[in-house]
Antibody, heavy 120, light 107 residues
Framework: QITLKESGPTLVKPTQTLTLTCTFSGFSLSTSDVGVGWLRQPPGKALEWLALIYWDDDKRYSPSLKSRLTITKDTSKNQVVLTMTNMDPVDTATYYC????????????WGQGTLVTVSS | DIQMTQSPFSVSASVGDRVTITCRASQGISSWLAWYQQKPGKAPKLLIYAASSLQSGVPSRFSGSGSGTEFTLTISSLQPEDFATYFCQQAHTFPRTFGQGTKLEIK
């Protein structure tokens, strides 16, 4: 059974750095073709892709957010960590962790999501 | 970035109806398109990948078609559990981009 779960703060202040952890089970990020990524969805709005890291440590970022994002993996712990610097109220959203199979390039498993509010 | 445009924004339909949602890409993406269903307060669920491949466990009343810049998601006979918001996503290039969503409501 494949599961992913996001963890991290629910409230951050403007200018602070957000650190989110995705802990997954049922697959390995050392297996060829596998990636884990992050997306977000502001309340009532569309989905926005943020970043992806693949089994071979290839990393991809949203160009509009690239300067603020860092994605890393710990294969031994089955975790992927996303950091986003200089948080702003417009970054308030539900953040999702997902799995991507590279050859299918679609997000087949999702975490439940975690709502992050940016407010002073 | 490749822009994904869905139509309609929302649609009202009845149980048993056939519904089609369209997604257009701002440039050709071959068959690199996925469809997702999202219910309120829940994570999206993958329905279709590679434009027409049904994800495991998804009912066969869902189907996808298209290539290049124009794609459709069809639900052949609406069931009560199908009322949700549907998103398309291009998987041709980075950044991955999504349509704005189509809300399917009960008539």
């Amino acid at each position: 059974q494949i599961t992913l779960k996001e963890s991290g703060p629910t409230l951050v202040k403007p200018t602070q750095t957000l650190t989110l952890t995705c802990t997954f089970s049922g697959f390995s990020l050392s297996t060829s073709d596998v990636g884990v990524g992050w997306l977000r969805q502001p309340p009532g709005k569309a989905l926005e892709w943020l970043a992806l890291i693949y089994w071979d440590d290839d990393k991809r970022y949203s160009p509009s957010l690239k300067s603020r994002l860092t994605i890393t993996k710990d294969t031994s712990k089955n975790q992927v960590v996303l950091t986003m610097t200089n948080m702003d109220p417009v970054d308030t959203a539900t953040y999702y962790c997902t799995r991507e199979i590279y050859s299918r390039s679609s997000f087949d498993y999702w975490g439940q999501g975690t709502l992050v509010t940016v407010s002073s | 970035d490749i822009q994904m445009t869905q139509s309609p924004f929302s649609v009202s339909a009845s149980v048993g109806d056939r519904v089609t949602i369209t997604c257009r890409a701002s440039q050709g993406i071959s068959s690199w398109l996925a469809w997702y269903q999202q219910k309120p307060g829940k994570a999206p669920k993958l329905l279709i990948y590679a434009a027409s491949s049904l994800q495991s466990g998804v009912p066969s009343r869902f189907s996808g078609s298209g290539s290049g810049t124009e794609f459709t998601l069809t639900i052949s006979s609406l069931q009560p559990e199908d009322f949700a918001t549907y998103f398309c996503q291009q998987a041709h290039t980075f950044p991955r981009t999504f349509g704005q969503g189509t809300k399917l409501e009960i008539k």
